[in-house]
């Protein structure tokens, strides 16, 4: 079964920005749709980004214009470049495949941001 190690998270003041990464066990390119999630504190995860194998990415709203989300389907890696930081984008952030993101056992432990002054 196919598995999600996320970095790159950290302690970040507002206006700046971060680099996450995702590695997976098993080959992106056969796993489709790509996506970077998050939970805040009481609240219940919602999708960030979401990227097909080719062609357009997809945003949220509250990040579309600061957020990039990218692949590199030879090194199995999803980034997801976050910049002009906002408190509100507190949370742990996850990566999943869009297929698989209904299983419980394939989410990772995330990577936990974290935007204050």
């Known amino acids: 079964q196919v598995r999600f190690v996320e970095s790159g998270g950290g302690l970040v003041q507002p206006g700046g920005s971060l680099r996450l990464s995702c590695a997976a066990s098993?080959?992106?390119?056969?796993?489709?749709?790509m996506g970077w999630y998050r939970q805040a504190p009481g609240k219940q995860r919602e999708v960030v980004a979401t990227?097909?194998?080719?062609?357009?990415?997809d945003y949220a709203d509250s990040v579309k214009g600061r957020f990039t989300i990218s692949r590199d389907n030879m090194k199995n890696t999803v980034y997801l470049l976050m910049t002009s930081l906002k408190p509100e984008d507190t949370a742990v952030y996850y990566c999943?495949?869009?297929?698989?993101?209904?299983?419980?056992?394939?989410w990772g432990q995330g990577t936990q941001v974290t935007v204050s002054s």
């Open positions: 999943n495949a869009l297929q698989t993101a209904g299983d419980d056992d394939t």
């Open positions: 098993g080959n992106i390119w056969n796993l489709g749709g």
């Open positions: 990227a097909p194998r080719l062609g357009r990415t």
